[in-house]
């Protein structure tokens, strides 16, 4: 079985908002029902699960019953972190009885314009390989800073990849990759790839992702998520 698990546990207090980022409508649609609409379209994901911010699920439920997202099965409680969302997603899953070899996505609930064809990558790659991880390789030139006011040193590019999401794994395997990370104490990793580095030995294989696969955090997102929504490719360019 291959299953979306969609993390909004996050309260968006970066957004500045009333309501959770991922309950903001856009085009009269909650974003999170529109980054349901990826999975639920594509033929090969049998089922949808959420781990929602504590409150808001009767909210997701009713959204979900109203836009025909059929493929919602489970919704898990959020934690305090994303990787303690994510805990609680993967091990909702097992204990709602998915086996260790079903694949799981695991994907930002504020990324709306997921095509297809990265979904499908990642099924694919994660079946060949193990791990799928969706990233673009860094076109800008990048520097540190420690203070984020001052920089005197540049890191090389070449070699440095954005990581996206979904982020695919098969469900034994980033289950046991959280047990090691309990054991090494590690409790708060940005995400489940930087996780899986972490605790190290396994190797990730990057599926290419997109531009327009946003991340919406900010209020500024959300103007460029329109846009690009309302945006179609000009008929003559290759």
């Known amino acids: 079985m291959n299953i979306a698990l969609l993390i909004a546990g996050g309260s968006g207090n970066r957004m500045g908002q009333d309501i959770p980022k991922q309950f903001i409508h856009v085009d009269n649609c909650p974003i999170i029902v529109h980054t349901m609409r ?6 090969d994901i049998d089922a949808i699960a959420v781990v929602c911010l504590n409150g ?26 994303g990787m303690e969302s994510i805990h609680n997603g993967i091990y909702g899953l097992r204990e709602a009885g998915c086996g260790d070899e079903d694949l799981v996505l695991i994907h ?6 997921l ?13 060949a ?25 540049s890191i090389p590019r ?5 990581t996206q999401t979904p982020q695919t794994f098969r469900l034994g395997n ?13 409790t708060d990793s940005v995400a489940s790839c930087t996780l899986v580095a ?27 998520l329109k846009a690009l929504m309302h945006t179609n490719k000009e008929y003559w360019l290759k």
């Not at 064809?117 to 990642?122: A, R």
């Not at 193990?130 to 920089?151: M, N, P, V």
């Not at 190797?203 to 997109?210: D, F, K, N, T, Y």
Request: hydrophobic share 35%; aromatic share 8%.
């Open 198 to 224: 972490e605790v190290g030995g396994k190797e990730m294989h990057i599926v290419p992702g997109s531009e327009k696969n946003i991340k919406v955090t900010t209020v500024e997102d959300i103007e460029i």
């Open 158 to 162: 070449d070699r440095l990849i954005r």
């Open 38 to 43: 990826c999975f639920q379209t594509h033929p």
């Open 56 to 81: 808001w699920d009767t909210v997701l439920r009713s959204y979900a019953n109203q836009f025909s997202i059929s493929k919602l099965k489970w919704i898990f409680q959020g934690g305090k972190t």
């Open 115 to 127: 095509s297809q064809e990265i979904i499908s990558s990642n099924i694919a790659v994660c079946k």
């Open 174 to 186: 980033i289950i046991k990759v959280h047990e090691e990370a309990k054991e090494k104490g590690l």
């Open 129 to 153: 390989y193990g791990y799928a991880i969706t990233g673009i390789q860094c076109r800008e030139a990048i520097l540190e800073s420690e203070d984020g006011f001052t920089t005197h040193s």
């Open 108 to 113: 930002d609930s504020v990324r709306p314009l």
